[in-house]
């Protein structure tokens, strides 16, 4: 339709020219640039493609990297696992064990992120444990980690925040390493969490899986060794890379106000090499690299791929998991700032997210291939009941995949990962809490809640067929 209007021709001319390329459209249906050069051109109209660039484009160089220039670069890891399974304690002995040599007893200052190296392979640990700090950062777009240890404490067995981090780490898509801990506790038995493991499907590879178990020990060191080996093999498998020769691009992974220093970031080099006095944008935030600091307190000029330091010079504190760029224009990257922050006032109100109401229409324009859900429930047959219920209703259009199911209230982690994933949440006798209400509200995700197993099923299938009951 509009193609026609702007060549002053009929709508019936253009449809016309249309079936005699095979395509059958409407006038309100959109057609790609290639058919609609081929329509004009036969209606005696001259084709030019208009290129609009937006100052983003301009500003931030993200053009592909040639494969001679790509360097192996240091595995960004994430520790998780359920609460007292010893997370802070592995990180912090790893830390201990492996400071720089010569180093002991140096400052080690808590930044969001530090490195060590393995037998001169470095590796980059996540300081903040848990899947609420990594689920977060996921949610605003970033993807950050590329390995993740799943700590199961050898005395307590799979808990719910342990399935909760297996099936965040599944939606990132990144590899699961698990590291069975306090083996030193008497009784630990990591056949029994191995035998758990196999109902998520990370089956030991002793027992013919792809699932690396490491037992260890957080307090005695046992293990730690082989742990860091694997993660390793692990980033080898992976071959991460990238390339230290262009202006620098990562993400901000801690955030802050200094009474005496201003806004104060860590950020992490995910491509190129961050350099002092660099402009750089964050996110809202402008600013110069005007100090910068390592994980061992130290100031450095330079910071490449995979490598986290701590910066001051920011005009405002961004928020965690925005990504930031190293720019060339300081002009242009505050007018940057400006449209982005116009553009955060509408976003809340116009992200697209699925919902039981649009399903069926997205469906039928082949938008949605898969209905992601996520089940809560207050006992957990319910929320298995409910589980393959669910994953029956797929039918030729569109498959139903439960992404999450669990035991509880709706948290504000679950709605993060339906964010992050376009899923809707499901539950059953079970409520959202408040951080999860005022979550689902910003990011706009749709909470089901049901009382009885038979309406679930019923409505999520009408929605599906289009026969939604209208809500009033
Ligand atoms: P997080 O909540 O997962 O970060 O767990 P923490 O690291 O805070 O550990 C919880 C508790 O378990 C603490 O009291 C630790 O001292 C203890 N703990 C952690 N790792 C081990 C271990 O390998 N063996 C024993 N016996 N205790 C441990």
Same mark, same amino acid.
């Given at each position: ?44 109209? @001259?084709?030019? *493609? ?91 777009? /970033? ?24 099936? *965040?780490?599944?939606?990132? @898509? ?113 600013? *110069? ?63 697209? @997210? ?14 949605? @291939? ?47 990962? /339906? ?54």
């Amino acid at each position: 339709g509009e193609l026609a209007s702007r060549m002053k021709k009929t709508g019936a001319e253009v449809v016309k020219q249309l079936i005699k390329l095979g395509v059958m459209a409407s006038l309100s249906d959109i057609i790609d640039y290639d058919t609609a050069a081929l329509v004009a051109i036969e209606l005696g109209c @001259k084709v030019e *493609h208009e290129v609009v660039v937006t100052i983003e484009e301009r500003l931030i160089d993200d053009h592909a990297d040639k494969e001679e220039d790509l360097v192996s670069r240091a595995p960004i890891v994430v520790v998780m696992g359920h609460v007292d399974h010893g997370k802070t304690s592995l990180l912090d002995k790893i830390r201990e064990a492996n400071v720089v040599a010569g180093e002991a007893g140096g400052i080690t200052q808590h930044i969001g992120a530090y490195r060590v190296a393995v037998n001169g392979s470095p590796i980059t640990f996540l300081d903040t444990p848990g899947h609420e700090a990594f689920t977060s950062m996921r949610a605003r777009g /970033a993807m950050v980690t590329d390995i993740a240890i799943l700590v199961v404490a050898a005395d307590d067995g799979i808990m719910p925040q342990t399935v909760e981090s297996i099936n *965040h780490a599944k939606a990132a @898509k990144i590899p699961i390493i698990v590291a069975i801990n306090k083996m030193d506790v008497p009784g630990a038995n990591p056949d029994r969490i191995k035998q758990q493991l196999t109902e998520y499907e990370l089956v030991s590879d002793e027992w013919g899986g792809d699932t690396v178990v490491v037992p260890i020990s957080a307090k005695t060191g046992m293990g730690i060794d082989r742990l860091l080996e694997m993660v390793v093999l692990t980033a080898e498998m992976q071959e991460l890379r990238a390339n230290p020769d262009r202006a620098a691009r990562g993400t901000v992974i801690e955030a802050r106000l200094d009474k005496g220093r201003g806004p104060i970031m860590t950020v992490l080099v995910q491509n190129g090499t961050l350099k002092l006095n660099d402009i750089i944008i964050a996110g809202t935030a402008v600013g *110069h690299v005007r100090v910068m600091t390592n994980d061992r307190g130290e100031r450095v000029s330079e910071a490449g791929p995979s490598v986290p330091v701590e910066i001051s010079g920011m005009s405002e504190v961004p928020d965690a998991g925005d990504t930031f760029n190293a720019v060339a224009d300081e002009r242009m990257a505050r007018e940057l700032v400006e449209q982005r922050k116009a553009e955060k006032k509408n976003a809340s109100a116009t992200s697209v @997210k699925v919902s039981l109401e649009d399903l069926f229409s997205r469906i039928q324009q082949g938008e949605l @291939k898969d209905l992601n859900i996520i089940v809560k429930a207050d006992v957990q047959g319910s929320a298995e009941a409910i589980k393959s219920s669910l994953v029956k209703l797929s039918n030729d259009e569109v498959r139903v995949r439960v992404i999450h199911s669990g035991v509880g209230a709706i948290s504000e982690s679950d709605v993060m990962l /339906a964010a992050t994933s376009g899923a809707i949440v499901v539950g059953f006798n079970v409520r959202p809490d408040n951080a999860a209400r005022d979550s689902a509200v910003r990011s706009n995700v749709d909470i089901r809640m049901y009382r009885v197993i038979y309406d679930a099923i019923n409505e999520i299938e009408a929605a599906m067929k289009g026969m939604l009951a209208p809500k009033f």
